[in-house]
Each structure stands twice: as C-alpha cells, then as structure tokens.
C-alpha cells in the first residue's frame, strides 16, 4: 500500500545515490516539482531514464545529479536544443554524461517488457538506423539494449530490445484517494508501464481526494503498486495536468536562454531551486 | 511553433506570402481527405493541421503521444497538447500508439520533418559533423521518427531547404529513407514504401522511379532551378517539366494565419 | 470508413465459408446475433476462434459451421460443459471439429501480436504443461503456434506464440456514432486486439448516436479501422451490455438440456435461429 | 454458482453447516487481509469473496477478465459480471491483466480450483481418460490457470475430494504445481513458488518440504483420517499431529449464506 507523505520524505525515502531513475510523463504530467527535490536533496550518480528528457532532465543534468541519461527525443519542444544536456554530453560540465539513445518506440517497448516481467520485447525498428549500428559498436555480439531476434514461426528477423527495471519511477497524476490509490487521465504516455516496471515509485498528485470517481480515459493506477504518494498542487508545471493547469509556454521559451548559459543556470538553481 | 522556429523564411515577399507559408500550403495540399496521417513533431503539424482545416476535414490526425483523430482548432503548444487529447477520436498509451497504431502499417501517410536529409531520403535528427560520441552539433534524436519512416504506407518530409540541410549522405541515419539506393527498404524489411516527397520552402523532390534519387519535380513561383541546385548539396537531378506549383490561394493563406495566430485555446 | 449497414448485410459482405472468425467479448458484449446470422447464412468450413467458446460457439458448431476451434476455455461457465462442442471434438457431429488449444495468456498474447503486426509474441507461459507436449508432438522443430525463443540479452528460455490474425473479428458494442466509431466500455476483454489483428471486422452496437460522448472505462474504436457496422439492439443476449442490458442467467443455465441433446438443439435450432 | 454446481456435499449435516462450506469457510481463513489475489473461475470466487466480507475486508481480487481490485456485494454470475468491473479499482484488458499483471509476478496468491489434482499439486482442466485427441471426457480446458499456477507468488487450490479428482498423477497436466518434483519448477523457470495449500471439503493438505509431496496437515471436525484416504488416488501422508480446523464461525456461515443467497445484484 502506498504511504501518502510529504514530497521531501518519498525522495529521500525512494530515491539514492546511484539509482535509476524513470521519471515519465510524455509532454503533459511532467513531474517538475519531484525533479526539483532531487536536485536540493543532492542525489548524484543517478542513471536518468526518460522519453523526452525536457527541461526536467535539463535541470537535472545542469546539477549535476546524472551520470547516465537512457532517451529517446532530447529536445526543448518547440524550442530548440536542451543546453545543460549539450553541455554534459559535449563538454562533461558539471560531469561527464554518457548516453544510451533509443526511439520512442524502442524506448516503450523496453517499458512494456519491464512492466510485464520479460527480459526483452520485440518490435519493427531500428534496421538500417545508426542507432542500431552505433549500439553494436565494438561489440560482436551485439548491442547491450538492441539485437536481433529471429521469429521462430516464420524465420522473419525482428529487433528486440532490452527491458528497463528502473529502481524508481516518479510520475506526476491529477488524483489520488486517502488509500493511496492514483488516477491520471489526458495523454497517459508510458507511466503505467514505467510504474510498473520499477522497483519503487513515487507519485505527486495535484490532489488527495475521498475517493476517485471514474473518469473518461482515466487509468488507475493501485495503491499496491505504488510507494509514496505526495500531495504536490502545481507539481507538473510548467508542463500541464489537465483539468487542472495549462502548459506555462514562456517558461520553455525563456528556458532557452537561462540553459544556454552556466552562469545564467547557476543563478537560476539557486534562485527557484535551493532558495 | 512557428514564431519559435523563427528563420527568415517567415517573412513574407512581395508575392503576399512567405517561403515557409508556400511551404506548408504545398505539404497540406499533399494530403487527401480521408487519410490517416502520423504527424511527426515539428513543422509537419501546421501543414497537417491546414489541410484538416481546407480541402481534407476528414483527415485523420495521429499523434505520437496517443491521441488519434485530434481535431485542433489551432495549432497544438506541442505533440502532447491537451487540445489533441480533449478532441481526438480515442487517445491511448505510448506504447500502444507505436505497437497497435503504427507498426502494423496500418497508418497511410507519415509526415516527418529532418535536420539533414540525403538524396535518398535518408533523415538525420541525431548529430552533425564530428562523430556520434563527439559532435559538432548534437540534435535531440530519433523520436518517432525512425519507426514512422519505416511503417507507415508512404511517407513525406517537410523541410527548409539550404546547403547544409540537403547533403550527398547524412551525417547519422536516424531514420531510412532508401538507404543506399533501390533495394535497401525490401533488404532491411522496411514495411512502408519509403517517402514519396520532400517538400521545401523552395520546391517539391519526389524520387526517381528507378534510381530512387530525389529529383526536383515541383517548384514554386519565383524560385529558379539554379536557386535550388544551389541549396542542395548533392547533384541534383530536375525532372524534364517541373510542375509550377500553384501559389497558395486566399483560403489556404487565411486558414494557415488563423491556425498560427491562434494557439490552440481560442 | 466502416460502412453502417444491417446486420444480414454485414455477415454476408464480411463473412465468407472458409474464413477464420475471431467473435470476441469476454464473459460481457458476446456478439450473439451476429452468430446467430452466420448460422442463419449457413456459413460453412469456418475456423472460429474465441477465448471463451461460450454457447455462441457451442450454438455454431452444432450447426454446422465450423471445422476447427481456436480457444482457451470451452466450458459453460458457472454451468458445466458445452455439449455441442464436445460432441463435436468427441463424435464428429454434425462434422469433425479440429481444435487448437492454449491458454488464456497465449491466446491473448496470440491477439496481441496480430494487432501489433508482429510474426510471435513472448510470454512466461506454458512451461511444463501437455497443452506445450501436444503442441509438438510429431514435430521435431516444435509446434505451429507454441515454440521456444530465446532471450538475445540473457539467454533466458521463453515461450513464443504465433500471432493470430483473422480474416474477420466480430464484436459487440454499446455504441456507434454516424460515423462509425464504435464505442465501448466495462470489462473490454480482447476485442480492441481482436478487430486491429484481422482484415475485417464487424461491430454489432446497442445504438448509434449523433455523438459518442466520453465515458469511463470506454475504448474506442475509429471508423477507419471497422469494416462494418450494423445497429442490433440486444445483441449480446444472452450475455449483457453493460448499461443496457443484465446477463440472462436463465438461459445459460436453460442451454445445458438443450445442448446435451442433438434433436432438442436441431429443435432450438429451428425455432430460434432459422424461424 | 453453488446451486448450479449441485453435489450432495450442499448438504447441510447435522453440524449446522454442509462440507463445501466448511471447505469454503477454510479457503477463505487462507487469505490475508491486504493480500492481492488473483481469482480463478469457480469454487476460489466463493472463498474469496467471503475472506473480503469477513476478516479480510482490504483483500485485493484480481479477475482474468481486467477487473482489479473488484468489490462486489455478492457473488459474480461469472468472472466477467458487471459488478466487477463497476466496483474495481481498475479495470484492464485481458491482454494487459495477464501481461502487465500477473506475468511479473506481482500478485500473492493465485485462487485455482481443478478437475483433478495430483499428489504434486499438478492440476487437470482439460481432458480426463483415453487420450488428448480421443479423451473419455473433454472438460472445459485452460482458461487463466496455467499462467496463474506459474507466476503467481503462491497458489492456493480449492476442490472436492473424491477418489476421481485425487489422482497419483494427472492424465493431462494443465497447469503445473510441482511437475514430478522437487527442482522442476526451477528447471522449467516458473517464477512463482508453487502450490502451498489443496483445500478440499475433507481437510487440508500441504507440501512436504523435502518431497513436496502433498500431505494431509488439517482436518475438520468429523473427519477420520481413513476417511480422507479412502478419497485419495495415492497413499497419502498424513502429518504427525494434523491440525483440527476450527467449525464456521456463525459470523462466517452468516456472511457466506448472505453471499451466495444474494447473487450479484442485491
């Protein structure tokens, strides 16, 4: 059964020094507030898994949190490049920061393969990418997290992929009841998936209500499957929960210029992070 | 999106229109009613959108975050917009968008935008110059994009034209055009077809039916085929009678403007 | 587009002898009318597969309209057996039935892999069971649909099951639009995979709406991807549609004399079905 | 479901109780208040349902049809009843219930009832005499046991006890509990620990740790051990001092009367 606890008490208690880390949330639902609370409460050596690493991992990454960041599409949406990220992978400011690159489709594959208890999943893709070449580099067997797979029905060679078992996964969801259990709707991206492919998890939600009325394209996530549930109003932004914020678009425009420049990143942690 | 990308290209000529508007009339017109389309980030989502908005309302809009059938009435802040979840016909999960939707092939037309795209086809998101580990310039990666250009039916690109952006053979492959030429796509057991067009802010590249080398086919008011050859980096072929692409009507224009102008909340 | 046609029309542009019919709704939204029509066009030579048989298979193939049955569960539930099926499997009337059996697990992954357009899907399944040993018995390389496959990444032993893909899926729904988006809700069973795995597909619905709106719990079909159509209001009796219509228990248990008995089911047959 | 299934054991014997609900009232006394229990189809929906309404009301029932967490104020018509789906926490497809749910191994117990079980706690739904394709009797089949009979963390299997369904060794092994013993579930890379209990309308019987051979360790009241070998097909072991199980509690036989005399919908 998930505990509902403050923000502050499910990082510390979820979250470690060297852990993988999934925090998901495909666009809407990002969760920004639980992000921030890694970077005061200092965590370092974390192996950041995310689809779309956004300005949360940015952020992250920025602070020196992250040695490894696993993505599929790390961009500023609409923007432009993720600054702190370049920084990392080209110029090792603050740390050095190795990559593992997949698709979108690679990467909720290896989700899906995690939630269901499987080593590995099975998809079209990746044949003729770099991608693929890039991964088997240096290695004759084959990738770590991509190789091919041969049907044993038909003969037919398919790619698969790796799972992911993050230790922890924190996703952001519009509700949760006083038993803990968490329901999310709107584009649902891959956290199901990512909860249930993890060890722990952490869950922020807009609001802890008596109890959790059906909502159209609601998934309910139970409270058994959970570990901490936080109440966290606003903890999306400046992505959005939908029914309850908007995305803050100016915040990403503005991003741009705060994540192009150290100086100008540094100030901004200590202003809006560890003040 | 638009004022975000922000190029020279948004300004518009003494024609009434700019390049990027041609540009996006042109890849909407691409588009019939009736079609499912993958809508790929990025320019690809104002043309798609105009064309639902013109001559194709039954276009069905799919979006990599799970929304199938979205009817914006502006264009989405982003591919995971509300708007896109508020009025789609259903909106799924992730992974069931790329498993159920998109791998089975059972989507016609995907519309794909590219940093660097080679007269294959080929499209480069990852990085340029330098190598993998060590880039010149590192682009936010794959996305969708590789498993979009790889099943749907056929697929368009939608990209600015310059020297550094059309090259002989891109710097990464993220995602397969032709590969190295005919064969490659049936070789790879690529299910698609592979794209049919690339439309530009200059013109419109379809490939050659036997060397499967992007040709100038189509080009717009104004532009010259020397203009063209020289924003591409690769030899490029000009098909015997390029089509002169019809200027964008006042329809299209007025569509597009009140798509830009509105975000999606009015 | 799915075309909105009557019911007739619908089996009789759909369904053709020889197909193989996926009818699908587990426990809830059996689509027992169009069953009755395909019994009533006297369709001939049909592979029929279903998770749960249920008596819209057991009513089908003492008719006389199957030669194989692909399924996991063959009972009547909270009943007893399905007579007409085992006196088909066990006597060959009204004609030899083969069968192609599995477990719930694989038949749905067997689903799964036809929507997602892959040859096999992986499950932990199987493992020491005689439906794996009957499977591949006789077949030196392994069954036709349970195989062995191996994990690329850890050398792990799964199971890999063949994908399913019909020639027509049909199912019940509560709703349609003018369109033909097909909507429905409550237990959800396999139908989704079922019409994404096959060439065509049939929708039975309670109503068609001007508008389908959103409802817990609710999937939704797109026109696009539903050949078919056809308005039948108590469709699924004498299963339920939830919100429209209770399970008759009664004839559940009603079937088990009729069933048992080759004139009273010809009898039923007449009565019921062709009158 | 129990006026259906008809046997004598419905009986009400001069105790004041018959012996399916002295087998049902024990199922029920297994489970755990907080446990997460994945319900197979028959007599286990009984007892579980009766632990939530007595001393387990935070059980967790998990139906093959996608209901998770499903709270119904009686029995289901079946595991696919309305109820279930309008009081569960969740509701699921079946492909998602048995990939995302059961597979990992996330659930504690599995409920399983069988047509025959083996001294093993190998169980047969399948076919019962002469051979698979030409059996004296053809029983309904898999349905979810083989999987839950795998994964789940334990399973528990409730059934009669007659000289027919108590069998040296299964005539078709539909879902395994220990296969031919100790090391098989390792070797076929079952992840979940196997058969802990067979609760029957006699006593109890567990594994012996070193043969997993399943022993008789609970009887209840009024039962002789010769009478509960008489309904063994093997020569079975009886524990040093077997457990005499308590008699229903009349809060058990009220609560499990009010269950089975309500069907789903009062």
């Known amino acids: 059964m998930a505990e509902i606890v403050s923000l502050s008490q499910a990082v510390r208690q979820a979250i470690h020094d060297g852990d993988a880390v999934a925090m998901e949330g495909f666009t809407h639902l990002i969760p920004f507030a639980a992000g921030h609370e890694v970077i005061r409460q200092r965590r370092r050596e974390l192996t950041l898994i995310r689809m779309t690493p956004d300005l949360i991992y940015d952020q992250l990454i920025g602070a020196g949190c992250a040695r490894k960041l696993v993505f599929s599409w790390g961009g500023n949406p609409g923007v432009g490049s993720l600054h702190r990220f370049r920084d990392a992978v080209q110029r090792g400011w603050p740390t050095p920061l190795e990559i593992e690159e997949h698709s979108h489709a690679g990467m909720a594959n290896r989700y899906v393969a995690g939630a269901s208890g499987l080593p590995f999943a099975v998809l079209r893709g990746y044949n003729g990418t770099d991608l693929y070449r890039q991964e088997t580099l240096g290695n004759g067997r084959g990738g770590t997290t991509i190789r091919p797979v041969t049907c044993p029905f038909t003969g037919e060679q398919l790619t698969a992929v790796a799972a992911i078992r993050p230790d922890v996964a924190v996703i952001h969801a519009q509700r949760a009841d006083r038993f803990g259990n968490v329901q999310f709707w709107g584009i649902t991206g891959v956290q199901k998936e990512a909860v249930l492919a993890s060890r722990r998890s952490v869950a922020t939600v807009e609001e802890i209500v008596d109890a959790l009325e059906p909502r159209p394209g609601a998934m309910v996530l139970p409270s058994w499957t959970v570990s901490y549930v936080a109440q966290v109003p606003g903890g999306a932004h400046p992505s959005y929960a939908l029914g309850y914020s908007a995305r803050d678009n100016g915040y990403y425009l503005a991003w741009d210029a705060i994540g192009r420049d150290r100086a100008a990143f540094t100030c901004w942690l200590e202003e809006n992070v560890y003040s | ?266």
């Open chain 2, 1 to 266: 999106m638009t004022s975000q990308a922000g190029t020279n290209h948004a300004d518009v000529s003494e024609l009434g229109y700019s390049a990027d508007e041609m540009m996006t009339v042109s890849a909407a017109r691409a588009l019939r009613d009736g079609m499912t389309c993958f809508v790929g980030i990025g320019l690809p989502s104002a043309a798609a959108n105009l064309a639902r908005a013109t001559h194709a309302p039954g276009l069905v809009l799919i979006y990599e975050s799970g929304a199938i059938g979205a009817k914006p009435n502006g264009l989405p802040l982003s591919i995971g917009d509300g708007i896109l979840a508020e009025t789609a016909d259903a909106v799924v999960s992730v992974p069931e968008i790329f498993n159920y939707w998109l791998q089975p092939g059972r989507i016609d037309v995907g519309f794909l935008s590219a940093a660097q795209v080679d007269k294959f086809g080929n499209i480069n998101t990852t990085v340029i110059g330098g190598d993998y580990r060590n880039p010149a310039v590192r682009l936010p990666g794959a996305g969708g994009a590789p498993e979009i250009a790889a099943s749907c039916r056929e697929v368009i690109v939608v990209v600015r034209q310059t020297i550094r952006s059309f090259v002989e053979r891109v710097d990464f492959v993220t995602s397969v055009g032709y590969g190295s030429g005919p064969g490659d796509r049936e070789r790879l057991g690529l299910t698609g077809s592979g794209p049919k067009k690339i439309i530009t802010d200059l013109g419109v590249l379809e490939p050659d039916p036997a060397t499967l080398e992007f040709t100038l086919t189509g080009m717009y008011p104004g532009v010259s085929v020397p203009a063209v050859r020289e924003r591409t980096g690769w030899d490029l072929a000009v098909a015997a009678e390029p089509e002169l692409i019809a200027t964008p009507s006042t329809a299209e224009l007025d569509a597009l403007r009140r798509l830009e102008g509105s975000d999606h909340d009015d």
